[in-house]
RNA sequence: GGCCCCGUCGUCUAGUGGUCCAGGACGUCAGGUUCUCAUCCUGAAGAUCAGGGGUUCGACUCCCCUCGGGGUCACCA
């Protein structure tokens, strides 16, 4: 039984969106569930389309996401490099014994040649098919035209680990491209002998690359390569459910969702549960029960709608499952400047108040304001107020007034206020609504806060008075 | 156009011949929790299981056709 052994192969070209993740993730989780290896590997054969930069951009997506690779392009192992610009030599060696069988031809026809054969295909509405312009006699292989595979067109029944059984014919099968006429191998050919020598057992990829299958199985037999076991992802759709999410249409970066504010543990959990459950109706599913749960059979062959929605809530549980010191540690970096003279303390104990509130840490700074800075008075708070709108004025403020004078008797600490307050409510006949939601407004000046009497605690009593004052002011 | 994949509430999904006039979650709406927002709780609306034929005593589940969506047919991956 060889262990096993996954992978996940970008092409460095940009970042990481969420479509891209899941295929890591699923590979990740196949490869931790076995207690194999999760490898990296780099496939920069097309050097017109490499974006510098997106191969570190890449590693950290991964490793922010807690995915970590065994083996990679950064840290090495013992099958490397596994950057594919540097292992020119392996595919070369592996093209020479497929000339050696006959099974690799020199191309040598022309870009603009072999353009036409396509047209022509397309005009005729027929599929282009390169093997049928297979040359007689091709020339010896130089190394300045491509190196196609000669092909040995089948019928295939196989058995893909997540679209399960598929049969295609013999038309599918064509004579690809192994290395380009600059040297490079494809992807096609490239991604089969990295594969075979990093002893990978399984292939886990989009969709995009299903139909190519077939091809890919001539090449391993041509090989005498063993064909891992393959699994083929549905793709993650925009929002109109159409295409598949893609960068052009505003398919986020996964570090976009880290940098506003939503934790690793939340966006993997959201990413499996695209396309992934366990057959229950369990929504939450932790890093070690998805390890322990995840099976590639029970992923859903049809694409799923990325919905932004449901990420939020889910990044909510996770926020609200946090203690308070594990949250503080990880929103550090979203306090609004008004919150820099502020201890830790005193932020904590905000973060507590809002915790429930808050569904990504990016909404902090708009959540928090009023603890650490007064906000102008705006009467209109209280003008356009449900309840307090059918107040004048000065009623209001007489009420405010009471109100005050009993605050300022208090220690400020929650139990006291709670009485307080509810004494208040008392004395003076008032609905909650109208007496809390004045003095709400007053000692916040926000359309909406935490709970009155822990607000106005954290407050304390100097700043929560000022304020009071400061509406009193306005009311007259 | 050929080939291939897919098609259950708006969304993510459960469902592998009868327990489904279809269950859960997100979202939406309504009510409750001493004020707002949120949390939490309760409830509601929401899917003729894409459509049509079969097979069967019985079909969301099996078969066929149609329609719809997607992928692919690169010296891109």
């Known amino acids: 039984m060889k262990p096993v052994r996954t992978r996940f ?6 970042f990481l969106h969420v479509g ?7 590979a990740w989780l196949v490869a931790r569930q076995a207690g194999g290896q999760f490898i990296l590997r780099f ?24 995915l970590e690779y065994d083996e990679g392009p950064d840290i090495g192992g013992p099958l490397g490099p596994y ?45 282009f098919l390169y093997r049928n312009h297979r040359p007689e006699n091709p020339p010896v292989w130089d190394g300045t035209m491509p190196l196609r595979f000669k092909s040995e067109p089948k019928a295939y029944t196989r058995v893909d680990a997540v679209m399960g059984e598929l049969k295609t014919g013999p038309e599918v099968i064509d004579d690809f491209v192994l290395i380009k006429s600059d040297g490079y191998p494809t992807y096609n050919f490239a991604h089969i002998i990295d594969d075979h020598e990093m002893q990978a057992t399984y292939v886990i990829r989009g969709q995009e690359f299903l139909a190519s299958t077939p091809n890919y199985l001539n090449l391993y037999e041509a090989l005498r390569f063993d064909s891992p076991i393959i699994a083929t992802m549905p793709h993650i759709l925009g929002p109109d459910g159409k295409k598949k999410l893609s960068k052009r249409d505003g398919a986020k970066d996964v570090l976009d969702y880290i940098a506003d504010g939503y934790l690793p543990e939340a966006l993997v959990n959201f990413i499996a549960s695209l396309g992934w459950n366990d057959g229950t109706e369990q929504e939450i599913f932790t890093r070690e029960e998805l390890i322990a749960k995840f099976k590639l059979e029970r992923v859903q062959r049809s694409g799923a709608r990325f919905d932004e929605n449901r990420l939020q809530w889910m990044n909510g549980v996770w926020i609200r499952s946090l203690r308070i010191d594990e949250l503080f540690e990880r929103s550090k970096n979203f306090w609004p400047e008004t919150a820099a003279p502020y201890d830790d303390t005193y932020k904590k104990q905000v973060l507590a108040l809002i915790q429930e509130r808050l569904k990504y840490f990016a909404e902090i700074p708009e959540l928090t304001r009023l603890f650490f800075e007064d906000l102008p008075v705006d009467i209109n708070l209280i003008n356009n107020n449900k309840q307090l709108k059918k107040f004048e004025h000065a009623n209001l403020k007489q009420l405010l007034e009471q109100a005050k004078i009993s605050l300022e008797q208090s220690d400020f600490s929650v139990e006291d206020l709670t009485k307080r307050l509810n004494t208040l409510l008392a004395a003076t006949g008032q609905k909650p609504g109208i007496l809390f939601g004045l003095i709400r407004i007053a000692s916040t000046q926000a359309p909406f806060s935490p709970g009155l009497a822990e607000t106005l605690s954290i407050l304390g009593r100097e700043t929560s008075l000022r304020r009071i004052d400061a509406t009193l002011s306005a009311l007259a």
């Open 83 to 127: 950057v594919q610009s540097e292992r020119l030599d392996t595919y070369q060696k592996w093209a020479q014994v497929l000339i050696g069988s006959g099974r690799a031809y020199a191309d040598p026809y022309t870009p603009e040649e072999v353009q036409a054969f396509r047209e022509q295909a397309q005009a005729e509405k027929r599929p």
């Open 9 to 14: 192969a970008p092409s460095p070209t940009g």
């Open 20 to 26: 891209g993740i899941r295929t890591a993730l699923f």
């Open 43 to 66: 496939e920069d054969t097309d050097k017109k389309r490499e974006v510098p930069g997106s191969r570190e951009h890449l590693i950290k997506s991964l490793l922010t996401l807690g």
